[in-house]
């Protein structure tokens, strides 16, 4: 195995509880789920300069607070999908490497023959 590879599987086991929790999930990964959900507060306030008749519609039905709720709930969202994805990606390369160790470690075992006491 690699050096980077031991470093990881260090790593994560380690960090693998805290990054499991969602709190954690959440909080680092808000600036994701904001730069995802932004761009519908950019596309409602500019759509006045582009599309008119959306932005009358928009005014006449839509209310600031209900736009701003959904657009939290969508960052939350977002947040903790993203980051509950990345653990279940480390969590599964963890594993592959654990598996390959192990499978390396038996092999040196076979080809040094038993350990005689």
């Known amino acids: 195995m690699t050096e980077r590879e031991l470093q990881f599987i260090e790593y994560w086991e380690a960090n693998r509880l805290r990054e499991k929790k969602w709190q954690y999930q959440l909080m ?7 730069l995802f959900s932004l761009p519908i507060i950019i596309i409602v306030f500019t759509g006045r300069y582009w599309y008119v008749r959306a ?13 701003i709720i959904c ?3 969508i ?3 977002v ?3 993203y980051k509950r994805h990345q653990w279940d990606m480390k969590e599964q390369q ?3 490497l654990k598996a390959r160790e192990e499978r390396e470690n038996k092999e040196k075992d076979s080809v040094n023959g ?3 006491h």
């Open 75 to 77: 960052a939350i969202f």
């Open 71 to 73: 657009v939290v709930i």
């Open 94 to 96: 963890y594993r592959e």
């Open 79 to 81: 947040a903790i999908f």
């Open 28 to 34: 680092v990964g808000i600036p994701i789920g904001l």
């Open 55 to 67: 932005d009358m519609e928009a005014n006449a039905s839509l209310s600031p607070t209900l736009l």
């Open 114 to 116: 038993p350990v005689q």
